[in-house]
T-cell receptor, first 110, second 113 residues
């Protein structure tokens, strides 16, 4: 069965302490891996799409990478405003349907 | 530019009642979908639509109906609410049915007593 697993479930960092979130997937025919950010009480907000192994994308303090089995979301020198739940999702069909992991809740303390 | 608009934001129902969650997008998006989000379960797909007049089931469709009579609107109907349908519901749309990122609404929090 296709599966998306995110780790850790929760992560607490000090401001400026860099780290990485992991998203491993066991799907056949990956047609895109997506990262979203979700703030409490809000809908998920799109961050990145990765399509092929070796691809990398960056936005401010975030960098997403992709291998054949997993993706990493690297957070460099995080700030308290980076606190949120980060969701990983995969697209395996020809449609826009996404299958989501359960997310990693990130808390950055000042 | 409103994006994806969901109403109501909060709703309390009694078991057996029916209701409709509304979703509208003003981006001329082809693809629309409904997810539910439960603690420890992540986002799960209920129904989706690849264009007006076309709908299909997702992972957890039981107890829900949808229709897509216009490009802009994609309502989700709960036929006879059950406590297991207590959840936060998100509507999402995408420019193309063939891929691309999903744009989400702010969510509708439903409690069934």
């Amino acid at each position: 069965e296709d599966q998306v697993t995110q780790s850790p479930e929760a992560l607490r960092l000090q401001e400026g302490e860099s780290s990485s979130l992991n998203c491993s997937y066991t799907v056949s025919g990956l047609r895109g891996l997506f990262w979203y950010r979700q703030d409490p009480g809000k809908g998920p907000e799109f961050l990145f799409t990765l399509y092929s192994a070796g691809e990398e994308k960056e936005k401010e303090r975030l960098k997403a990478t992709l291998t054949k089995k997993e993706s990493f979301l690297h957070i460099t020198a995080p700030k308290p405003e980076d606190s949120a739940t980060y969701l990983c999702a995969v697209r395996i069909s020809g449609y826009s349907t996404l299958t989501f992991g359960k997310g990693t809740m990130l808390l950055v303390s000042p | 530019n409103a994006g994806v608009t969901q109403t109501p934001k909060f709703q309390v129902l009694k078991t057996g009642q029916s209701m409709t969650l509304q979703c509208a997008q003003d981006m001329n998006h082809e693809y629309m979908s409904w997810y539910r989000q439960d603690p420890g379960m992540g986002l799960r797909l209920i129904h989706y639509s690849v264009g007006a007049g076309i709908t299909d089931q997702g992972e957890v469709p039981n107890g829900y109906n949808v229709s897509r009579s216009t490009t802009e609107d994609f309502p989700l109907r709960l036929l006879s609410a059950a406590p297991s349908q207590t959840s936060v519901y998100f509507c999402a749309s995408s420019y193309s049915s063939g891929g691309g990122e999903l744009f989400f609404g702010e969510g509708s929090r439903l409690t069934v007593l």
